[in-house]
């Protein structure tokens, strides 16, 4: 069995004295896993670093078998973002995320695509925090949990939308959520909204939707593992952002 493409590395792990074994993420053949000989060597330790985007040759016995990879750089994304800490943490979180709902071998090819994309952005473009927001949407569409936000669950209604129901991720008006408007989740702007921009605050709002959908819905269905690390981390570091932001705001206006 052989075949050729190009992947996402995900993660690495050692194996032996001088084995790794990856794991990668193609277009194709999904999630996959292999065997790279001699990759803890100086030649190819630094091309293996998670996020980089490979060109792989994949050979075993059998296609159920772990077989091995022959590896090529491409590009190399940790370089990009390794001067920016809220990139770099956004880097390990949608590498960490896909790697915990990826299942083995399993084609994915337009959340592959999204997800080439948004890592092509990271530290590049100003606005890729939004763009991260819309991939976790997509993250959990693929997942078979998709948020409706085009219409009220209640009423039918497409304007004033602003809240997601924890159920069954549908959107619900003010009018239509009355007396339980405390029970739902925020429907920011950015959530809907295809282009633009988006401030700190409400794409940590966003995050809080999405986030209780990919915790309490998706994590529990690959049997309540909890999520990543990474992504609590990610969260944090933007609302610390959002609070410099804020104090920087506040000494403008009293002239500090």
Known sequence: MEWRTEGILLAKRRHGETGVIITVFTELYGRRLGMVRGGVSRKIAPVLQPGSQL?????????????????EPVKSRAAMVMSDRLALSGLNTVLALLDFILPEGESHSVLYRSSKNLLDLLGQDPLWPRSYVLWECALLKEAGFGLDLETCAVNGSAEDLVYVSPRSGRAVSSEGAGE????????????REKGGDATIPEIISALHTTGYFLSTKLAPALGERPLPDDRERFVTLLCKLATMQECDRTSSAIGL
């Open 180 to 191: 339980w408007a405390s029970r739902l989740l925020p429907l920011p702007p950015c959530l």
């Open 55 to 71: 060109d792989l040759t994949w050979r075993a016995r059998l296609d159920e078998h772990l077989g091995t990879f022959k590896v």
